[in-house]
């Protein structure tokens, strides 16, 4: 994992009221979504699970979302990009993207996108655990 640094991540959940945080999660392998809805069934978080860019987006119209958590290969975009069409409509969003080809040329477009954080999958639950509860104090 690869937190990369933005100062606006306290003050945005800061913001917010401290109730559970609305997640929304994009992936395209249909394992990782079951295995997450497993995850977050688990817990007292809402959420939202979605195969493609479109989809989240198009639920972004109509839903109160607090994170965004995307993998950076999706069948209708990248996840950067994404991300960044999620922000344009929503700054407040605290958006993190996941990959499991890690390069300069991806690090560099993360850190110009103003991404708050960048996870290596494989992801694990305990990683997730851990972003998602530092966002929550």
Same mark, same amino acid.
């Given at each position: ?19 559970? &945080? ?20 688990? +817990? ?7 195969? +493609? ?11 109160? /979302? ?8 999706? &069948? ?14 929503? &700054? ?8 499991? /080809? ?12 103003? /991404? ?5 999958? &494989? ?15």
């Amino acid at each position: 994992m690869i937190p990369i640094i933005n100062n606006l991540i306290l003050d945005q959940m800061a913001k917010q009221d401290k109730k559970s &945080p609305q997640i929304m999660f994009i992936d395209n392998d249909e394992h990782v979504r079951d295995s997450l809805k497993v995850f977050f069934d688990s +817990t007292q978080m809402d959420f939202l699970i979605f195969k +493609t860019a479109a989809q989240g987006l198009n639920s972004l119209k109509y839903q109160k /979302i607090d994170i965004v958590i995307s993998d950076y290969f999706l &069948p209708d975009m990248n996840g950067v990009d994404f991300l960044n069409q999620v922000a344009m409509d929503n &700054p407040d969003i605290i958006r993190i993207l996941m990959t499991t /080809i890690v390069n300069d040329d991806l690090k560099l477009d993360v850190l110009k996108a103003g /991404i708050d954080f960048f996870i290596e999958k &494989p992801l694990t639950v305990a990683s997730l655990d851990t972003i998602i509860n530092e966002l929550k104090s």
